[in-house]
């Protein structure tokens, strides 16, 4: 048999096989759903039945409309248990609430009144949030009260009708008084001068006007020791307009709370950058160590330019800088900080360098040192004992320096401030010079006057000298 007729045999058994198998499963699945169709109609039919006997039986009917009214009456008032229920332990609380205060601020100065309260808000969750995010106020109410003190109930405003607040404390006691006006004079006051440049200075501002009328009850106005504006120099380079804010304090500096009247004075206030060029001075302190003296002191810098008010700059003829000769051991070049006189804002160099050379110390005894008095505030004359009218001193340095010192540099003086008439004596006192070149040293220690009485002659100024 041809192999092809042989294959077209095998496709049509599996064509027919696969057709059986097919209509077998379909028979299946038939009775399967006719088998499931039969279960629900028994389970429609049963409790179709169950219902006729309940609902058509009087011993369950009463029973099942109980229960649907039960259902119904639920379903209606739901939402109405659910604000109950959480109404009921819902709360939250609000601590440093702002106290505002409803009265006639013209006429009456209020004092008592606490700035802040807690509250604690109760309702429903919803209400509750609400009012806690709004913009509700705690409000103590003063209209129609008059001057004295009053006890007043603190009251609640803009959280809503739906819920409940507790305010901490419930009650103020307040105090109004009668407001009146004065009228103060103006003075000033600088503020942020570190934010402006040290070089410059600030004149005697002019102001619009110079008196204010100050409003409130008469204790505070009792309590006013200044009014003052508050100028704002910061970043200021030349001359400027400002309406300055003003102020009031009392005695102790602390801000009063009243009502200035108007509360900002327009001022003109003068900028200027004053200068004055000054020398250098060395002020030497201790003693170089190991019998060395200082030799010379150079500067890199002789003067410096000193910025301040002319009244200040006025009464400087120099600025100074110090040197410890205790820390010298050697030749040596230090840099050091220019002192600045007080009341000057700044200079146009901050420091030096000193070149120090030091020697081998040497002595030298100067005579007839002049003896000078000071301080004779009791108009005193007096006469020495024994005629002597000067002293020895002891000079000390490197041998150049010392030969440059003679009796007239140098000032050995007595303090009379303390004297009284009769035989008196006097510590013997010496002016060291300030450029730390040489030191002196007294010979003697002390020294004896004969104090006599009072004298119609004017008393001796500092630096004048008794010959005897």
Avoid at 248 to 260: M, P
Avoid at 264 to 291: L, R, Y
Avoid at 338 to 359: D, E, H, N, W, Y
Wanted: negative net charge.
């Amino acid at each position: 048999m041809p192999e092809d007729k042989k294959e077209g045999r095998r496709g049509s058994a599996a064509k027919t096989d696969l057709a059986r198998r097919i209509a077998e499963q379909s028979r299946r699945m038939a009775r399967t759903t006719q088998r499931f169709e039969e279960f629900l109609l028994k389970l429609l039919r049963w409790f179709s039945t169950f219902l006729d006997k309940v609902l058509f039986n009087r011993k369950y009917s009463r029973w099942v409309a109980l229960v649907l009214a039960i259902l119904m009456y639920g379903a209606v008032n739901a939402s109405s248990w659910r604000s109950l229920t959480t109404g009921m332990t819902s709360s939250r609380s609000r601590s440093n609430v702002a106290i505002s205060a409803q009265y006639n601020s013209d006429a009456f100065e209020l004092s008592g009144l606490p700035s802040t309260c807690d509250i604690t808000i109760t309702g429903d969750a919803t209400s509750v949030t609400t009012a806690f995010n709004s913009d509700g106020t705690i409000v103590a109410d003063l209209e129609g009260l008059s001057e004295g003190t009053h006890n007043v109930k603190l009251k609640a405003e803009g959280f809503g009708d739906s819920v409940n607040v507790k305010i901490d404390p419930s009650n103020v006691t307040v105090t109004l008084k009668k407001k009146t006006t004065e009228q103060f004079d103006l003075s000033y006051d600088l503020v942020n001068q570190d934010k402006m440049d040290s070089k410059y200075s600030v004149g005697t501002p002019e102001f619009e006007y110079t008196k204010v009328n100050v409003r409130a009850s008469r204790d505070t106005l009792n309590s006013i020791a200044f009014v003052r504006a508050l100028i704002d120099v910061s970043g200021q380079t030349s001359d400027f307009d400002q309406d300055a804010k003003l102020v009031a304090y009392d005695s102790d500096g602390q801000v009063v709370n009243a009502d200035i009247v108007p509360d900002t004075v327009h001022v003109h206030v003068p900028v200027s950058s004053i200068s004055k060029t000054v020398s250098i001075q060395v002020q030497v302190s201790g003693e170089v160590p190991d019998g060395k003296a200082i030799a010379s002191i150079g500067l890199d810098q002789q003067t410096v330019t000193i910025y301040g008010s002319q009244s200040v700059l006025d009464g400087i003829d120099k600025v100074t800088v110090t040197l410890d000769a205790s820390t010298l051991t050697k030749d040596a070049t230090v840099l050091r900080p220019i002192t600045l006189p007080s009341g000057v804002s700044s200079a146009s160099i901050s420091q030096v360098t000193m070149t120090v050379k030091l020697g081998d110390e040497t002595s030298r005894t100067i005579d007839n040192v002049k003896i000078n008095y000071k301080n004779n505030t009791g108009n005193y004359t007096a006469t020495q004992p024994d005629g002597k009218t000067t002293t020895s001193v002891t000079v000390y340095g490197t041998s150049d320096n010392i030969k440059a010192v003679s009796a007239e540099d140098i000032m050995v003086y007595i303090d009379m401030s303390n004297a009284q008439p009769g035989l008196q004596t006097f510590d013997l006192q010496i002016d060291q010079p300030e450029n730390g070149l040489v030191r002196y040293e007294l010979m003697e220690k002390t020294y004896e006057l004969n104090v006599i009485g009072d004298t119609s002659q004017d008393s001796q100024t500092e630096g004048d000298t008794n010959n005897g």
